[in-house]
């Protein structure tokens, strides 16, 4: 296998496909990464058996072949190869000659009859959809992904295509953040997955702000394709709760909060709290929120935003950090906060498609 193919491009390629690669198995094959050049094509291929990413890029070949190298000692190299083509070649013992400039590499590989074929699917279960719609719909919920692994099937984002609706949700059981969005599905077009965590974090990473993914479903598997990129894995087995009937339906009080003032008075917040004393205080009353910390050993904080509110005092504690994931994704101006009082869970809501909804604190 021989072809030529600017630094730049190669790195951009192997940045793409390195969160698939296996940093702790015991199949060494799993620690590198397919290359196969053929038509003008180079394609990467890594996977750890639950993720396969597979990435395209033009290049010039005078030899087609293919052969597997470890992952992460190609992406350094290349990395530090001084700008300019880079010519590689690999003999049939699966030894690669690296140079670019004057710089010089040989590195052995192994034969891609040991890497794992990745997954086919049918044509059939095809879903084409909006880049910058799936994106927006990640951020509002993804960080929101529990990580207990005793409790699996909330280790996803569970995504439900129904009724001209795209829904998605996360819940680690201590908050729970879901985003509806209108779509016109194909008709018949019905489904709902979980999608892994590990997924989602490098799906994020592909997904633009332009163009459309096509998401294709197979028996407990999921791909994601792009025009030069394919993303393939595992979906979480099981079935996703009622995240419905914890949703507090009609909370009394409702005020509305320049979301950039709120996130950046809650940061502050956390200035004063610990790993033993983690929460804030919201004392909600006329026409005033008051934020504040009090932590003991460490000391105190207290600040306040004027708030259009003619409602009960009210206080009630939040896990501060709970509150900056969920206002650190949105983009709207302001935000409505949704309380009742300081025994049952509050809401942050934008608009009729996002809700947020967080459990509160023991008042110190």
């Given at each position: 296998m021989k072809f030529i193919c600017p630094k730049e491009r190669?790195?951009?390629?192997?940045?793409?496909?390195?969160?698939?690669?296996?940093?702790?198995?015991?199949?060494?094959?799993?620690?590198?990464?397919?290359?196969?050049?053929?038509?003008?094509?180079?394609?990467?291929?890594?996977?750890?058996?639950?993720?396969?990413?597979?990435?395209?890029?033009?290049?010039?070949?005078?030899?087609?072949?293919?052969?597997?190298?470890?992952?992460?000692?190609?992406?350094?190299?290349?990395?530090?190869?001084?700008?300019?083509?880079?010519?590689?070649?690999?003999?049939?013992?699966?030894?690669?000659?690296?140079?670019?400039?004057?710089?010089?590499?040989?590195v052995v590989g192994i034969g891609k009859e040991e890497f794992p074929k990745l997954p086919e699917f049918p044509e059939s279960a095809v879903y084409e959809f909006p880049q910058v719609l799936i994106k927006e719909m990640l951020n509002k919920t993804s960080y929101a992904v529990c990580h207990d692994e005793s409790r699996y099937t909330l280790n996803g984002v569970f995504m439900v295509a129904k009724s001209n609706k795209i829904t998605m949700v996360a819940t680690d059981g201590r908050r729970l953040?879901?985003?509806?969005?209108?779509?016109?599905?194909?008709?018949?077009?019905?489904?709902?997955?979980?999608?892994?965590?590990?997924?989602?974090?490098?799906?994020?990473?592909?997904?633009?702000?332009?163009?459309?993914v096509n998401i294709v479903l197979a028996k407990n598997q999921i791909a994601f394709r792009f025009p030069n990129c394919t993303l393939i894995s595992r979906l979480v087995e099981g079935i996703y709760p009622n995240y419905k009937q914890v949703i507090p339906a009609g909370l009394e009080q409702k005020i509305s909060i320049n979301r950039e003032e709120f996130l950046s008075a809650v940061k502050r917040s956390t200035l004063i709290t610990n790993d033993r004393s983690n929460s804030i205080k919201l004392n909600i009353s006329r026409n005033r929120l008051v934020i504040s910390a009090n932590t003991p050993d460490v000391g105190?904080?207290?600040?306040?935003?004027?708030?259009?509110?003619?409602?009960?005092?009210?206080?009630?504690?939040f896990n501060p950090m709970y509150l900056i994931d969920v206002l650190r994704s949105l983009e709207e101006h302001e935000v409505l906060l949704e309380v009742t009082d300081s025994a049952n869970p509050g809401i942050v809501r934008t608009g009729a498609e996002f809700l947020y909804v967080i459990m509160p604190m023991r008042l110190s």
């Open positions: 190669l790195l951009s390629a192997i940045s793409q496909i390195q969160g698939a690669v296996s940093s702790k198995t015991t199949l060494p094959i799993l620690a590198n990464v397919l290359l196969e050049a053929e038509n003008g094509v180079l394609t990467f291929a890594a996977t750890d058996l639950d993720i396969g990413i597979q990435y395209k890029i033009p290049a010039a070949i005078t030899e087609p072949g293919a052969t597997t190298l470890p992952a992460k000692r190609l992406f350094s190299i290349i990395r530090e190869l001084p700008d300019g083509d880079v010519d590689v070649q690999v003999n049939q013992n699966h030894v690669a000659v690296i140079t670019c400039g004057v710089a010089f590499f040989r953040a879901v985003i509806e969005k209108h779509f016109n599905l194909p008709k018949g077009a019905e489904f709902e997955v979980i999608i892994p965590s590990k997924t989602i974090q490098e799906l994020v990473k592909i997904l633009g702000a332009e163009g459309s105190e904080s207290r600040e306040s935003i004027n708030v259009p509110y003619d409602g009960k005092d009210i206080d009630v504690a």
